[in-house]
Every structure is written in C-alpha cells, then in structure tokens.
C-alpha cells in the first residue's frame, strides 16, 4: 500500500494564506475595491481603488495612487479572508506592524463565462510570478 500523501489545506468562506501563490489566488477575485491601510493600529490611507496590478516581486512596492492598486503579496507576511454576511469579501494583508484591509463587492468576483485568470506555470517562486506577469506588459 502507498504511504498516505499529506492533503493541501481546504479553506472555504474564511482562512488565512502564507504561501505567495495562495494570495494571488485569493487577490485574483478582487477587482474595485475599498482600501484602509493601518500602521501600528492608526488608519493612515483610505478610499476606493481598481487592482490593476498583482505581483509577487521582492523588490516592487505595494502602492494605492491615483485610484489604481497595484499589489505585491511580497509586501506582507499573511493574508486573511472573511466572507461577510452580505457577501462582502474581506481580504486583510499583514504586513510587520502593517495591515491593508480589502473589501469588494460580492459582484466583482464574477467572471465572465469562459474566462480564467489563473496562473498556468505549475511550479511557483516569486521570481517566475514576475517573469510571467511582466510577459504581459
């Protein structure tokens, strides 16, 4: 008999995500946003933003300008995700001391029929993130 494979984690409606790939995957079903960037328990940064731009890149800021997001998960530790009883996804990235906070509208997750927007690579590193997203610039 074969030993018994270790099961991936299986997280439905809430979780937490350490792995780069896993919160670029979760990202992917945010489109326009509402943001609150928070340092040391203080609201500094809030407002309304489109996610233009996800990245895992250790050398690239995570920046909301001009109503345009463009996020690097590199930027945080961990993610955590919530769906609200309204349907709202809360996505929360922790970074050290840092927490950006992301709710969208349950509308926004809805692809439309046929489309995917899912990494093909099968294996995932940060440098192969960034060399397949720069491919489409």
């Known amino acids: 008999m074969d030993p018994i494979r270790p099961l991936a984690p299986c997280l439905v409606g809430s979780g937490t995500l350490t792995h780069p790939r896993d919160m670029i995957r979760a990202l992917e079903t945010l489109e326009s946003l509402d943001y609150t960037y928070e340092i040391d328990g203080a609201i500094v940064a809030e407002g309304k933003a489109t996610l233009v731009k996800l990245m895992a890149d250790s050398e690239s800021a995570t920046m909301a300008v001009n109503g345009c997001l463009f996020l690097n998960v590199a930027s945080f530790r961990y993610l955590d995700f919530a769906t609200e009883d309204d349907d709202t996804c809360v996505v929360r990235l922790f970074g050290d001391g840092t927490v950006l ?18 990494l093909e690579e099968t294996a ?14």
């Open 124 to 137: 995932f590193d940060l440098e192969t993130y960034v060399m397949e997203d720069d491919e489409e610039d």
């Open 101 to 118: 906070t992301l709710e969208g509208e349950p509308e926004d997750a809805v692809l439309p029929k046929g489309q995917l927007r899912l």
